[in-house]
């Protein structure tokens, strides 16, 4: 019995396989040449050329990015010519009869003033030139004139009028996410230099006040602490990249509180427990400096008690697909009303601007999710979690620059 069940489960194995098989292409998602309707092929065309010309566009208009993406723009039109321009120059013709290019630059200062596109006639005495009609149509960005898109063919076409209208326009999206994308990269420089000028002043004092202090008294101590001082401000002040490993911020945090502890002594005790796993993640350059330096504020500096100790505790762990960051202080506090209306960026610059400027760059790169989670009260010290995904788009830390790891 037993054997004839395994003849039969044998035999009937290519059948299974078969139909597993079978279903399979039956379940299967529809390729290129299954889209049915030749309006839903055409559709799907259109939009897969539309997304192959889209990233360079998102890079600005020059003329290489106006290179890159004439062919597919082209392609979206269906027409003889086509050609890119910025203000006074025609940056790329792809495609028949680039000897109109004169004639083209005539019409683009009219272009320019009025910011209406305009179909005209092209004359040409090359009887081999099929180009006949030209269509210019300009490219905006926040409602300034920024170039032109022109199609050229053989004959009048209002179709071709309407249309090259809508790539015209769907090129100006395109050349306003890249305005869009520039902003945003000088927002988070100067969000950085705003941090500099707040670390600047008040800490290079303190420090440079305590090395001399040890000038005469402790030489190798004030040796010591000045190379901490200049490698503290080389990270801080260093021009290159948005972003830095873990290992490098928290390096660059060990070198701020060794000179902190050098002015303050016993009266601050620190405590760093950081998984060796997370030190590689990437994170928003001078990201978690200046919660720790909010913490040495709230905890040393706004003590009304001189003899009063401080204590922060800094820990990054693994936590699956983030690193978990915590800094914790037993300070001052904060009123939670307060503390919303610094992160909403309404306390003014008595508030200071260190947790709100994290907070926003962390959203920026991480999105919503990952803002700092912040546990105070008044009296009761703060505690700050930071959540740094392990892998992101984009996210990398850049090269350090030549001679140094700064």
Same mark, same amino acid.
């Given at each position: 019995?037993?054997?004839?069940?395994?003849?039969?489960?044998?035999a009937?194995?290519?059948l299974?396989?078969?139909?597993?098989?079978a279903?399979?292409?039956?379940?299967?998602?529809?390729?290129?040449?299954?889209?049915?309707?030749?309006?839903?092929?055409?559709?799907?065309?259109?939009?897969?050329?539309a997304?192959v010309?889209a990233?360079?566009?998102?890079?600005?208009?020059?003329?290489?990015?106006?290179?890159?993406?004439?062919?597919? !723009?082209?392609?979206?039109?269906?027409?003889?010519a086509? *050609?890119l321009?910025?203000?006074?120059?025609?940056?790329?013709?792809?495609?028949?009869?680039?000897?109109?290019?004169?004639?083209?630059?005539?019409?683009?200062?009219?272009?320019?003033?009025?910011?209406?596109?305009?179909?005209f006639?092209?004359?040409?005495?090359?009887?081999? *030139?099929a180009?006949?009609?030209?269509?210019?149509?300009?490219?905006t960005?926040?409602?300034r004139?920024?170039?032109?898109?022109?199609?050229?063919?053989?004959?009048e076409s209002?179709?071709?009028?309407?249309?090259?209208?809508?790539?015209?326009?769907?090129?100006?999206?395109?050349?306003?996410?890249?305005?869009?994308?520039?902003?945003?990269?000088?927002?988070?420089e100067?969000?950085?230099r705003?941090?500099r000028?707040?670390?600047?002043?008040?800490?290079?004092?303190?420090?440079?006040?305590?090395?001399?202090?040890?000038?005469r008294?402790?030489?190798d101590?004030?040796?010591?602490?000045?190379?901490?001082f200049?490698?503290?401000?080389r990270?801080?002040?260093?021009?290159?990249?948005?972003?830095?490993?873990?290992?490098?911020?928290?390096?660059?945090?060990?070198?701020y509180?060794?000179?902190?502890?050098?002015?303050?002594?016993?009266?601050?005790?620190?405590?760093?427990?950081?998984a060796?796993?997370?030190?590689?993640v990437?994170?928003?350059?001078? *990201?978690?400096?200046?919660?720790?330096?909010n913490?040495?504020?709230?905890?040393?500096?706004?003590?009304?008690?001189?003899?009063?100790?401080?204590?922060?505790?800094?820990?990054?762990?693994?936590?699956?697909?983030?690193?978990?960051?915590?800094?914790?202080?037993?300070?001052v506090?904060?009123?939670?009303?307060?503390?919303r209306?610094i !992160?909403?960026?309404?306390?003014?610059?008595?508030?200071?601007?260190?947790?709100?400027?994290?907070?926003?760059?962390?959203?920026?790169?991480?999105?919503?999710?990952?803002?700092?989670?912040i546990?105070?009260?008044?009296?009761?010290?703060?505690?700050?979690t930071?959540?740094?995904?392990?892998y992101?788009?984009?996210?990398?830390?850049?090269?350090g620059?030549?001679?140094?790891?700064?």
């Amino acid at each position: 019995m037993i054997g004839f069940l395994a003849g039969m489960f044998a035999a009937a194995l290519p059948l299974v396989a078969v139909g597993f098989w079978a279903g399979r292409r039956t379940a299967r998602r529809p390729g290129l040449g299954d889209l049915g309707t030749p309006v839903e092929h055409a559709t799907f065309q259109t939009l897969h050329t539309a997304s192959v010309a889209a990233p360079p566009l998102r890079a600005g208009l020059t003329h290489d990015t106006a290179r890159r993406a004439a062919r597919g !723009l082209r392609t979206l039109l269906g027409t003889d010519a086509l *050609c890119l321009t910025d203000r006074t120059a025609v940056l790329t013709w792809d495609g028949a009869g680039e000897h109109h290019s004169a004639e083209i630059l005539e019409r683009l200062a009219r272009i320019g003033e009025s910011g209406r596109g305009e179909a005209f006639r092209i004359h040409c005495d090359d009887d081999g *030139c099929a180009l006949r009609w030209a269509v210019v149509t300009p490219l905006t960005v926040d409602d300034r004139v920024h170039g032109a898109l022109v199609a050229c063919a053989p004959r009048e076409s209002a179709v071709l009028v309407r249309a090259a209208a809508e790539v015209a326009r769907w090129v100006s999206v395109q050349l306003e996410l890249a305005d869009l994308d520039r902003s945003r990269t000088r927002l988070i420089e100067a969000e950085i230099r705003a941090l500099r000028a707040q670390i600047s002043p008040h800490f290079i004092f303190n420090s440079l006040a305590v090395i001399a202090s040890f000038v005469r008294t402790d030489p190798d101590r004030a040796r010591e602490l000045l190379l901490e001082f200049a490698d503290f401000t080389r990270y801080s002040f260093r021009r290159h990249g948005d972003f830095t490993t873990l290992a490098d911020e928290l390096h660059a945090i060990d070198q701020y509180l060794a000179l902190v502890r050098a002015r303050f002594g016993e009266r601050l005790s620190v405590t760093l427990q950081i998984a060796p796993e997370v030190l590689p993640v990437t994170l928003p350059f001078l *990201c978690l400096q200046p919660l720790v330096e909010n913490a040495v504020k709230h905890g040393l500096e706004g003590s009304a008690a001189p003899q009063d100790r401080s204590r922060i505790d800094i820990t990054a762990r693994d936590a699956g697909s983030e690193a978990l960051v915590v800094i914790e202080d037993n300070g001052v506090g904060m009123d939670p009303g307060r503390l919303r209306r610094i !992160l909403a960026g309404e306390a003014g610059a008595s508030g200071g601007i260190g947790l709100s400027n994290v907070d926003d760059r962390l959203r920026q790169v991480y999105g919503d999710g990952h803002g700092l989670v912040i546990e105070t009260a008044v009296g009761a010290g703060m505690k700050i979690t930071v959540r740094l995904p392990k892998y992101q788009p984009g996210v990398h830390p850049a090269p350090g620059p030549p001679g140094g790891s700064g």
